[in-house]
């Protein structure tokens, strides 16, 4: 089983831009899905986005259009780019892998890799 670890959360005002990663260890995102999700305070963690190993990128609906997910070609760093940050988007971001079919890539139940989070705080 991979190791993940998120990094590049912060504080920012809304507007702003942030870039989170995801770095994997232990073995590659090759041939698997990894997605992003987010949890606020009080909330459920909620998808965000995913890229499949085929390259193919989906989104939810309330970033669609401002975030972006992107892999680097040795497929070991997950990234998702954050612009026009709402303080709607503060939350912990974790990333996640999974061997995940069409179906379920939404479904946080899905995956089995989990990194630690990373926080994000968009400020009004």
């Known amino acids: 089983q991979v190791q993940l670890v998120e990094s590049g959360g912060g504080l920012v005002q809304a507007g702003g831009s942030l870039r989170l990663s995801c770095a994997v260890s232990?073995?590659?995102?090759?041939?698997?899905?990894v997605a992003w999700f987010r949890q606020a305070p009080g909330k459920e963690r909620e998808f965000t986005a995913v890229i499949r190993n085929d390259g193919r990128t989906y989104y939810s609906d309330s970033v669609k259009g401002r975030f972006t997910i992107s892999r680097d070609s040795a497929r070991i760093t997950s990234y998702l780019q954050l612009n026009s940050l709402k303080p709607e988007d503060t939350a912990v971001y974790y990333c996640?892998?999974?061997?995940?079919?069409?179906?379920?890539?939404?479904?946080?139940?899905?995956?089995?890799?989990w990194g630690q989070g990373t926080q994000v705080t968009v400020s009004s």
């Open positions: 996640a892998v999974g061997n995940v079919i069409l179906s379920q890539i939404r479904r946080s139940e899905s995956y089995n890799s």
């Open positions: 232990g073995g590659t995102f090759s041939g698997k899905v």
